[in-house]
């Protein structure tokens, strides 16, 4: 009897050591996956061409600063190889999110786009939809976002919905404002408004 008296205090001695460092390394466990992004990886602009030699990426997130000051990120469903070529990307489901230093936003909405890592410009023939901090929404059929510059434009003409009426125009331009750090929206190539005051919508 007084040997099974000691070998049990001799277990509880020892799971008062053990127990605890057990549920240490659970918890260092946890925290090791906690920090892991879930929704994709976010990756320097200047990090595509590694991509393009994989055979696929879900979720990529790509950042970074145009000279101008306009922060962007583009995000997407899925990033793949553009062909042979190492500098050009496909992505799925594209999303651009533009920030000025003022705190203007711009976001963008397409389908496949292709991205060229050397020259920092992305492109898409896919309908796109547009919305910006300002109130304007817009859907055009294309357009190109030149990430070194900080601009984006349209390829085509586009439908805008604004805080005072409806826009047809045949081109938009969205590019830094020098004097407040904002962004600038610019319709040209024959605009037409429809007046809509509040009251009347």
Do not use: C
């Not at 000279?67 to 496909?90: Q, W």
């Not at 586009?158 to 004097?179: C, I, K, Q, W, Y």
């Amino acid at each position: 009897m007084q040997a099974y008296d000691n070998r049990y205090s001799l277990f509880v001695n020892w799971s008062k050591i053990i127990l605890p460092l057990i549920a240490i390394a659970l918890l260092s466990t946890l925290f090791l996956f906690s920090n892991r992004p879930v929704n994709g990886e976010l990756i320097p602009f200047s990090k595509i061409e590694e991509i393009a030699r994989e055979n696929r990426l879900s979720n990529p997130t790509f950042s970074g600063v145009g000279a101008n000051g306009v922060m962007f990120e583009v995000s997407a469903v899925a990033a793949r190889p553009d062909g042979e070529d190492a500098t050009v990307i496909t992505v799925d489901g594209t999303r651009i999110a533009l920030r000025s230093t003022a705190g203007d936003t711009v976001e963008i909405v397409a389908g496949s786009s292709r991205i060229d890592s050397q020259a920092k410009i992305l492109t898409t023939a896919a309908l796109t939809r547009i919305s910006a901090s300002s109130g304007y929404t817009m859907e055009t059929e294309g357009l190109i976002a030149n990430f070194e510059a900080g601009t984006v434009e349209t390829t085509g003409p586009l439908e805008v919905r604004a805080p005072f009426g409806r826009l047809s125009t045949g081109h938009m331009l969205v590019r830094g404002a020098n004097d407040d750090g904002g962004l600038m929206i610019v319709f040209n190539q024959g605009v037409r408004l429809v007046y809509m005051p509040k009251e009347q919508e």
